[in-house]
């Protein structure tokens, strides 16, 4: 069937940089492109009115950790100073010998309702990003169980997905004193990349092309350097993309400095690892940095010269009191930059903002990290990290994954008078904008409303699930530390029990 929207502002695509046109057409048939320009000459079958709407193409989330993600609830203003702001050693390190009651990620096998657990938080986390105009994502090292689980959820809603579980050479735990301690295990390293290369195998290409297989080799500073050299060999084979976190943290950066006398970005170079489709996970502690007060090296070079991409995730780290140290220095090195959530909230508009804003700060230049960067970081730098040309474009030949952006504000005055609908976005949206939503031809979205999703009922089993989990935080966590110790209060739910309320004499 084939299909036009008419009627709003669309970004279109040409000579490899998007454009902006108000009033053109977007002409797709099953789940390609076949036009976009002023006005179609041929005929359709069916039209969909864009009045009002920014005509876009899908946005692609290049860092997704899956489920709910209520652990990280606890580090929202609190932490450990002595974990310099990394997130996951503060939610994902349990007290040795111990689990995170309630989180999906430590569940075992055998226990009563696990597989119905690992669906739901699958089935948030693809609806999420649907809900908010993500058509492609990649999925950062979740294990196998989830990973089939998400392969299911794109499948049924219509999402693309780069997945593949997460494998390294030892995990972090919290020892009798709260210290960070890293257990190492090389042979479930081994097994875990086996299991990669399987479900490749096996998953690669599924749902219709939907599911992508991809390598994940979770952090620099936990796989050893012959699991990376194994982990090249098998992206090499199978011809797939790799994603890693790497110069994501302080402490990786000097463990790693300690060890091989190289910076994390170096000892991936060293093994070959810096190419097109590697996906690093954040970057942002790289030798250029001044705050690492490193004199060596010159890691941004490195990057540029090999075309790998960073996932930033800009609310991620911004709650952790960091950010690129320069957008402008990664864009002049040839780095590709590409936005990812992480954790919450999948909102690539609320990404845009904060990338946008923050890349302004950090560099003291308000020309820098402008509305169009951040839009063609979400959509071209995505497809690109992937070494996909036909997404994150709207040009004829490219997938039909395209996103319909209501600029009303709905009943709002959010969005004011609109001069440019791009700088708009970024500025005043938010990811409940997305109005409609299609993938490869298929519309997944209409009106808002994602057909058999019931999102209240999510956000009730979310909720219940986050209050076990704190319930139980004390018993996995390293300093045993409750909920609420380990995140106070943002005021006390106290404070009035003692006291009567003032009232005017009568």
Request: net charge negative.
């Amino acid at each position: 069937m084939r299909t036009s929207i008419r009627g709003g502002w669309v970004v279109g695509h040409q000579n490899g940089a998007h454009t902006l046109e108000q009033g053109a057409e977007v002409v797709y048939e099953d789940g390609t492109i076949l036009y976009v320009g002023p006005r179609f000459d041929g005929t359709v079958d069916e039209v969909i009115d864009a009045a009002g709407m920014l005509v876009a193409p899908g946005f692609i989330d290049t860092h997704v950790h899956t489920g709910h993600r209520a652990s990280h609830r606890l580090i929202a203003d609190a932490g450990r100073p002595d974990y310099f702001g990394q997130p996951f050693l503060e939610i994902s390190v349990p007290k040795e010998g111990k689990r995170i009651e309630g989180d999906v990620r430590y569940l075992r096998p055998d226990e009563p309702g696990v597989d119905d657990e690992i669906d739901f938080n699958a089935a948030f986390t693809v609806t999420e990003m649907l809900r908010n105009g993500i058509t492609t994502f990649v999925e950062f090292g979740s294990q196998l169980r989830i990973q089939n689980a998400l392969a299911r959820q794109c499948e049924k809603l219509g999402v693309r997905g780069y997945l593949g579980p997460g494998y390294d050479s030892g995990r972090w735990v919290g020892d009798e004193k709260g210290r960070l301690k890293r257990i190492m295990n090389e042979e479930e390293g081994l097994k875990g990349l086996q299991d990669a290369i399987r479900f490749i195998e096996e998953k690669d290409g599924s749902a219709g092309g939907l599911v992508r297989g991809l390598l994940s080799p979770r952090e620099a500073e936990t796989t050893s350097v012959d699991l990376l050299k194994r982990t090249r060999a098998a992206a090499d084979e199978m011809n797939v993309p790799i994603a890693t976190h790497a110069a994501y943290s302080v402490l990786e950066f000097h463990d790693i400095v300690r060890e091989y006398r190289m910076t994390p970005i170096e000892l991936l170079d060293s093994v070959g690892l810096l190419r097109p489709t590697l996906n690093i996970g954040h970057g942002n502690f790289v030798s250029d940095n001044l705050r690492l007060n490193y004199s060596g090296g010159s890691d941004l070079k490195l990057m540029g010269d090999a075309g790998v991409s960073i996932s930033h995730c800009p609310i991620n780290i911004v709650r952790r009191a960091r950010s690129l140290d320069s957008w402008k220095k990664y864009q002049d090195a040839g780095v590709n930059i590409s936005l990812g959530s992480d954790t919450y909230p999948r909102d690539t508009i609320l990404n845009m903002r904060s990338a946008s804003y923050h890349g302004k700060i950090m560099s003291h230049n308000y020309r820098h990290a402008t509305a169009g960067e951040v839009f063609s970081a979400a959509t071209l730098g995505g497809a690109r990290s992937v070494g996909r040309d036909d997404l994150g474009r709207l040009q004829p030949g490219a997938c039909a994954d395209i996103i319909l952006i209501d600029l009303s504000g709905g009943d709002t005055l959010r969005f004011g008078p609109i001069l440019d609908p791009v700088k708009s976005l970024v500025e005043c949206g938010v990811g409940d904008d997305v109005n409609t939503v299609i993938v490869n031809g298929v519309v997944r979205m209409r009106d808002r409303k994602i057909p058999g999703v019931d999102i209240p009922a999510m956000r009730r089993r979310a909720q219940e699930t986050g209050e076990y989990i704190w319930r139980h935080w004390h018993e996995s966590d390293p300093l045993g530390r409750t909920a609420r110790e380990a995140s106070p209060w943002s005021f006390c739910p106290a404070c009035f029990r003692d006291q009567q309320l003032a009232r005017p004499e009568a």
